[in-house]
């Protein structure tokens, strides 16, 4: 079955230092994996794509299918990057968007 | 561009009400989504729909209708409310299959 895995609910991390969200996924062809990102009072918006191969913001995400990973990273946190990060896998049985369960991310001054 | 727009922002249902929830895009997006969200359940999908007049089933449709009369709305409904149905719940869009979901701000509901 199709399924993505956060295994963290909340990271909490110090201004200037690096943050890695975790994403697992079970996917049984090519998957297309999104980050998806909730700041406070906002609508969630995409930040990045595997595809694009894009840094946006600072974070990069690579995808590893032997570890079936799509870890989020960004080098030097910010206080501005707390939010709410969702990992999204295009794909099921319809074709859709299945997200994991979130991360909320928490930066310290 | 408003882009996604969601009606109501909030509202209070007592159990057996009922109310429709309204979803608007003016990106002259084919597909368009309807999640909830939940405290440690991310998002699932409710309904969605592949184009106007089309609706079909995601993960969580118990308890919901939907419709796509115009291409640019979709009526998300709840017949006979339940507390379990307390939730916020999010419309989206997108170009096509696999394209950026565009969402909009959500709509907090609690029944009683």
């Known amino acids: 079955a199709q399924r993505v895995t956060q295994p963290e609910k909340l990271l909490s991390v110090f201004k200037g230092a690096p943050v890695e969200l975790k994403c697992n996924y079970s996917?049984?062809?090519?998957?297309?994996l999104f980050w998806y990102v909730q700041y406070s009072r906002q609508r969630l918006q995409l930040l990045l794509r595997?595809?694009s191969r894009e840094s946006i913001k600072g974070f990069t995400a690579d995808l590893n299918k032997g570890e079936t990973s799509f870890h989020l990273k960004k080098p030097f946190a910010q206080e501005e990057d707390s939010a709410m990060y969702y990992c999204a896998l295009y794909g099921g049985s319809q074709g859709n968007l299945i997200f994991g369960k979130g991360t909320k991310l928490s930066v310290k001054p | 561009n408003a882009g996604v727009t969601q009606t109501p922002k909030f509202r209070v249902l007592k159990t057996g009400q009922s109310m429709t929830l309204l979803c608007a895009q003016d990106m002259n997006h084919e597909y368009m989504y309807w999640y909830r969200q939940d405290p440690g359940m991310g998002l699932r999908l409710i309904h969605y729909s592949v184009g106007e007049g089309t609706t079909a089933k995601g993960e969580v449709p118990d308890g919901y209708n939907v419709s796509r009369l115009k291409k640019q709305n979709f009526l998300l409904g709840l017949e006979s409310a339940a507390p379990s149905q307390t939730s916020v719940y999010f419309c989206?869009?997108?170009?096509?299959?696999?394209?950026?979901?565009?969402f909009g701000p959500g709509t907090r509901l609690t029944v009683l």
């Open positions: 996917y049984s062809g090519s998957p297309e």
């Open positions: 595997h595809i």
């Open positions: 989206a869009s997108s170009v096509g299959r696999g394209s950026e979901q565009f």
